[in-house]
């Protein structure tokens, strides 16, 4: 607009690139409105307002946003101050961590308690969290929570309410501070462990204690290999499920992450014996009726959880895919037998042993015809492309098996048919697994956070 404005001296100018208008707050005083030079280094611009309140020591001071999230503003993060930004004059990041460090160890639990609800609010800024770390704050917390039930058992007893409070504050503040990715999970030991894995059935009803347990156990699993070998010993997926049936879908969400955090870093061959501890817990029925029949939307996080235990899931089959068939392999072969064996025992002479080699060789080779196998003389060879390799005889025979009247009649229905109009069973089925595992995209890694595609009916 303002190249297209006629030249007159009368245009109002518009104002420098780096000066944002703001107002500061100071407890006790009124806003100061003051222009800020972005070009100007902070801490000038810190004592500048320091001195107009005559507070000495500028360089304990800092600058914070005054809107819910209370962040810092430093030199990284300051050009992101918006014209007309109310700002607040407060203690520095490092006075600050020093102060909380020291008020959460106070003797007063009235004190105590405030410290923790002002540090599980200050640890989501990244810079106070750098300095409470520094100064050991972590361990300080862990501490706090391997020691906190022995020596709060009395305090407990009174005031259950406000001892509640207080580990929810302390894991919170943990969880906010090891959210920026400053320090590595690999450094927590195995009380503190089992101390989060008690949580998850001692808490069950305090929902705030619980959704923290679950958030710490998850991160445990998925960021280090030795944490979640500790967490597996520690929790079980029975210990897990009766939170899955209960209402809050925040915490169904959070024990679903969990239970997928789990099945994502097992070692393979643990991962299919987790898979059939799931089956027989009947975990996707227990979601079915208790997440997505229940009487609310889903939201994405909770979308994201499911899709990513479908994917797992379904990869579980990869291996089966991927496998050729192998000719000389007498158990793969007697499958295609009892393929056969199902569909034209009926018919067949009751003592298989009877008539010449020749004979029974040209009477299965005219039956594996009829099961419509491209390769009549020796169907194994219809096995050997990968995908979908052995999984497609896996689901021949359990259809063969569980629908045996259904199985029958298709491959009776194709054997008279028309050459034309034939739907081969044998070719049909080996077709149909390969269309479903491309579809369900069987052996790739789930998507990025935002992926949710899942499939209700795969509950």
Not at 203 to 210: C, G, P, V
């Amino acid at each position: 607009p303002f190249l297209l404005a006629p030249k007159s001296s009368s245009v109002a100018m518009p104002p420098p690139a780096d000066i944002v208008k703001v107002a500061i707050e100071w407890p006790g005083a009124f806003p100061k409105l003051m222009e800020i030079d972005q070009k100007k280094p902070l801490s000038s611009i810190i004592k500048e307002v320091c001195d107009g309140w005559s507070l000495a020591n500028h360089d304990q001071f800092a600058l914070q946003h005054a809107d819910s999230s209370n962040f810092y503003i430093t030199e990284k993060n300051r050009n992101e101050i918006k014209n007309g930004a109310i700002l607040r004059l407060t203690t520095s990041p490092a006075q600050n961590a020093q102060q909380l460090h020291e008020r959460i160890q106070s003797s007063s639990m009235d004190a105590k308690l405030e410290a923790l609800k002002d540090l599980a609010n200050y640890s989501r800024d990244v810079t106070f969290a750098q300095e409470f770390i520094n100064l050991d704050g972590i361990s300080l917390l862990t501490q706090m929570v391997e020691s906190g039930t022995e020596r709060y058992q009395k305090l407990q007893k009174i005031m259950k309410p406000c001892f509640g409070d207080m580990l929810s504050f302390t894991l919170t503040a943990f969880v906010e501070l090891m959210d920026h990715g400053i320090v590595s999970w690999d450094t927590f030991s195995v009380a503190f462990i089992k101390k989060i894995a008690s949580y998850v059935n001692k808490f069950a009803s305090d929902i705030s204690i619980l959704q923290r347990s679950l958030a710490i156990l998850e991160s445990m699993v998925l960021n280090s290999h030795d944490l979640y070998q500790k967490v597996a010993q520690e929790i079980t997926i029975g210990q897990l499920i009766p939170h899955l049936q209960g209402t809050d879908q925040e915490i169904q969400t959070y024990t679903i992450a969990v239970i997928n955090a789990l099945f994502l870093k097992a070692p393979d061959d643990k991962r299919q014996e987790m898979a059939n501890i799931l089956a027989q817990k009947q975990l996707r029925s227990i979601i079915l009726t208790h997440v997505i029949r229940a009487q609310r939307a889903i939201n994405n996080e909770m979308a994201h959880q499911l899709y990513v235990l479908q994917v797992l899931t379904f990869n579980l089959l990869e291996d089966r895919m991927m496998t050729k068939m192998d000719p000389q392999d007498q158990a793969q072969r007697d499958i295609i037998f009892e393929l056969r064996r199902i569909a034209f025992d009926a018919e067949s002479e009751p003592n298989n042993s009877s008539g010449s080699m020749e004979k029974r060789k040209s009477m299965y080779t005219r039956d594996y015809k009829k099961l419509g196998f491209i390769n009549h003389v020796n169907p194994a060879m219809d096995f050997t492309q990968t995908p979908p390799g052995m999984l497609a005889l896996d689901n021949m025979l359990y259809f063969a098996k569980h629908h045996q009247d259904a199985y029958i009649r298709i491959v009776l229905e194709n054997s008279s048919r028309e050459d034309k109009h034939e739907c081969p069973f044998g070719r049909s089925s080996i077709e149909l697994t390969k269309t479903l595992c491309e579809i369900l995209k069987v052996g790739e890694l789930p998507q990025s956070h935002h992926c949710s595609d899942f499939f209700p009916y795969f509950f």
